[in-house]
């Protein structure tokens, strides 16, 4: 199951918040970003935080990221002992670990151990493989170095894909292919970003069944997504606290 925790881009409107998301299986519960406040969100999306296996940071910025030491801090005050692997490319964990320093996090008495995990930066790079899933990653186009992934959920081999923040590229559409949906960022056309009719190109080049869209700007609504849909018809905005089955 996925859950859109969040479905907005860094400038938000009431009721939206940055986008995170989560995959749930078999009660376990994998994050992607964390820009806002991601224990609230889970909680309010019905899941339990106890249950978290691991976070993906996909890149350095701040509607990403910034949200880390309220997560770690949330998991920690709500009895947490378990290490957390946190999962990225070099530069995301760079900043991640400077945060905790900033916020004193290694002076937290009795705080789990934080398992810091590189995701090298080359195409389908393996991220996780455990017992619950399977990810790979690959760089995308951003302002920052950035990475899309491709999540397996084990218990029935189904996938999804999500872009990150990208322009539209093969990258995204390699991942996609084969997954039952493909989660792509629809910011607007331009450096670093697409726009819904970009992401429509892109998902119906990777001929996934379904185009979920998120990152999404202030006023953006399903009126407008008109060009996106005559490039592919299954195209569909993120809502915040939905829920869609991989």
Known sequence: MLHLLGTGAPFLVAGRTTTMLAVESDG????VDCGGDAVERMQASGLNPAH????????????HLGGLPLLVEK???GGRTAPLPVYGI?????????LLDLFGAPEWKGLFE????????RPRAEVVDDAHFRVVASPVVHALPNVGLRIETKADGHALA?????????????????????????TGEGPGHSSAAQAAAVAQQAGVPLLVLVHLPPGLSD???????????????GKEGGRLRV
Do not use: N
Not at 28 to 31: D, I, P, S, Y
Not at 52 to 63: C, P
Not at 114 to 121: A, G, L, N, Y
Not at 169 to 179: E, F, K, N
């Open 75 to 77: 998991l920690w005050l």
């Open 162 to 186: 999500y872009s990150s923040d990208t322009e539209p590229c093969d990258a995204v559409v390699d991942l996609a292919r084969g997954a039952r949906l493909l989660v792509h960022e629809a």
């Open 28 to 31: 376990a519960v994998l994050l």
């Open 114 to 121: 934080i398992v810091w995990t590189e995701i090298p930066e």
């Open 223 to 237: 009126h407008d997504l008109a060009d996106a849909r005559a490039v592919f018809p299954a195209t569909v905005l």
């Open 90 to 98: 070099a530069s995301a964990l760079d900043v991640a670990r400077r």
């Open 52 to 63: 978290l296996t691991g976070l993906i940071v996909t890149h350095a910025h701040a509607d």
